[in-house]
Structure formats: C-alpha cells, structure tokens
C-alpha cells in the first residue's frame, strides 16, 4: 500500500488515548513510506494525524470542499492540499488517491465515510482494504451491529469479515498489508444457501 485514506474526527475527543492513538497511526504510517490521505483538516483528530506524519517525514494528501475551505478548516502545511466542490467530490478523490482505508473515532461523517468505502468494496467498486481502529472500544457497539445483522441474515459472514477491526494501529495495519478480496455475490438468495 503506498497510500492510506484515514477518516476520523474533526474534534479530538473526550480522551487523550484518542489523540494519542492518531500520533502513533500518524507517525507509523510515515516510518512505514505509506502516505496518508484525508479530508485535509487542521482541526481535531485529523490535524493531530497529518502533524505526526509530517513530523515524521511522511506525506500527507488533504481533500477538502471549498466551504470548509472557506471557515479555515483547512491544513495549509500539507504535502499537497486538493480544494473540491462537494463532500461527495471529496470522497470520491480520496478513494481515488487511496490504496486502503482506516476509520478512527469520529462522528456521523466518519461512520458514513467508512461504512461506504466498506459497501463499494461489498459491490466489488474497489478491491482495497477497509479497517477500523478500535481504539478504547470506540467501535465495538458498531461491529456488534454488524454482527446482529449476519445473525438476523441481512449481511453475509463473507461481506461481515471485509471490516478488519483491530485494536492497535501495528496489527490493523498487518491485517491490512494481509488482506485479499474475495467475491460473494451480494444478491444469492439466502434460502439457496
């Protein structure tokens, strides 16, 4: 993987393992050559995450709509700083530029971002790995969902397993380099099973 889009928060959270946790995904992913990508913030969770790669030498892509541009949002010491139209614009340029995704805790904007990037690669849009950290637990009520929904047969145990949730910013980003696509079909009736 060269590049890594990381989605998180534009707030740092009530915890400093929150922060903490984006300094060490931050500065990993620099010592590691893979550059990160991101919605291009000064604020928050994703300010702390491009400051540590940039402070550990690594390259660090923003994508930001022109109207968080405007409330001077953006970061201006990225590597590299693409302004777009639209947040849908934005996502799209992200996964473009992106070789895998990690979400970190964050709001009703993170949780969209990573649950479409997971339903693209569910359709077979993308054949790139999709990761959660986990950090304090901050998504286990999420995959708890997820799990309900393999029980309750809306999500197969197939496309439940495309969400790699790890705890540590090291076994997540093994789990990812290890990762291989596998197709199901999304449409098999389940009775067929």
């Known amino acids: 993987m060269k590049r890594i889009c990381v989605f998180c928060g534009s707030s740092p959270g009530s915890r400093p393992e929150y922060r903490a946790a984006a300094e060490e995904l931050g500065t990993k992913l620099a010592r590691s050559n893979i550059g990160l990508v991101y919605g291009g913030g ?28 405007a409330l001077e949002v953006g970061h201006k010491g990225l590597t590299k700083l693409h302004v777009v139209r639209s947040m849908h614009e934005r996502k799209a340029l992200m996964a473009d530029l992106s070789d895998g995704f990690i979400a970190m805790p964050g709001g009703f904007g993170t949780l969209e971002e990573i649950c479409e990037v997971v339903t693209w690669s569910q359709l077979g849009l993308h054949a790139k790995p999709c990761g959660i950290l986990n950090v304090l637990g ?3 009520p999420l995959l708890a969902m997820f799990d309900h929904a393999v029980e309750e047969r809306f999500l197969k145990p197939e496309n439940r397993a495309l969400v790699l949730a790890r705890d540590s910013v090291v076994e997540l980003l ?7 696509p596998v197709r199901v079909e999304k449409w098999l009736d389940w009775d067929t099973r």
């Open 138 to 140: 901050y998504y286990s």
């Open 174 to 180: 093994r789990a990812m380099e290890r990762w291989r």
């Open 42 to 69: 000064n604020v928050g969770l994703m300010g702390v995450l491009a400051d540590a790669v940039l402070a550990a030498g690594g390259e660090a892509v923003g994508v930001i709509p022109e109207n968080l541009m």
